[in-house]
């Protein structure tokens, strides 16, 4: 069996899965509608529905596992309400207390800095303009991925995030990929 391996702009509005099974779920969006894939791809991790950007597919589960673990860094922009400050960026590098599932999760240690307006694709998500008060960018890089982390640790230094886009993981980058572009890389 020959083993497969994709990057891909995953778009706003669509889940990191190819199928559901669950009642309910037949108006969601999800990547297999995007590609024809080969048979058992998998998505490497997670982007929540309302995320959008860079995420890995393969058909090697060793690969998958490996890109999971910690220590591959993973790099996202997150357009925030408000203008965020020096001592909030601080507080998010340092490590701060959130809630994964009910349970309280300190974050470990991460890069975080201000950035200037990035460079994405437009979006379909509704963000309010700034008539209703300004928005600024941070870049956040994680070498862990808890559940909905990023919104979660930018609200908790409170400036929650209005859009949010995976753009690194590891060395490989998103580049000037559109939402939807997919493209093969190499393993290593």
């Given at each position: 069996?020959?083993?497969?391996?994709?990057?891909?702009?995953?778009?706003?509005g669509y889940?990191?899965?190819?199928?559901?099974?669950?009642?309910?779920?037949h108006k969601k969006k999800y990547l297999?509608?995007?590609?024809?894939?080969?048979?058992?791809?998998m998505a490497?991790?997670?982007?929540?529905?309302?995320?959008?950007?860079l995420?890995?597919?393969?058909?090697?589960?060793?690969?998958?596992n490996r890109t999971n673990s910690r220590g591959v860094e993973k790099e996202y922009y997150a357009q925030v309400?408000?203008?965020?400050?020096?001592?909030?960026?601080?507080?998010?590098e340092t490590g701060i207390d959130i809630s994964i599932h009910g349970k309280n999760y300190r974050t470990l240690p991460c890069k975080a800095k201000i950035i200037p307006i990035p460079l994405l694709p437009p979006t379909p998500q509704h963000i309010?303009?700034?008539?209703?008060?300004?928005?600024?960018?941070?870049?956040?890089?994680?070498?862990?991925?808890?559940?909905?982390q990023v919104r979660k640790m930018t609200a908790a230094v409170g400036f929650p995030t209005l859009r949010l886009a995976r753009v690194r993981i590891g060395n490989e980058i998103l580049g000037d990929m559109q939402p939807g572009d997919c493209l093969p890389i190499n393993p290593d």
């Open positions: 069996m020959s083993l497969h391996y994709y990057k891909i702009y995953k778009p706003y889940l990191s899965q190819f199928i559901s099974n669950q009642r309910g779920n297999g509608e995007l590609h024809q894939f080969p048979d058992n791809i490497v991790g997670r982007l929540d529905e309302t995320s959008e950007g995420l890995f597919l393969t058909t090697d589960g060793k690969f998958s309400d408000g203008m965020i400050t020096p001592s909030a960026v601080k507080l998010l309010r303009d700034d008539r209703h008060g300004p928005t600024s960018w941070v870049s956040i890089v994680l070498t862990e991925g808890k559940f909905r």
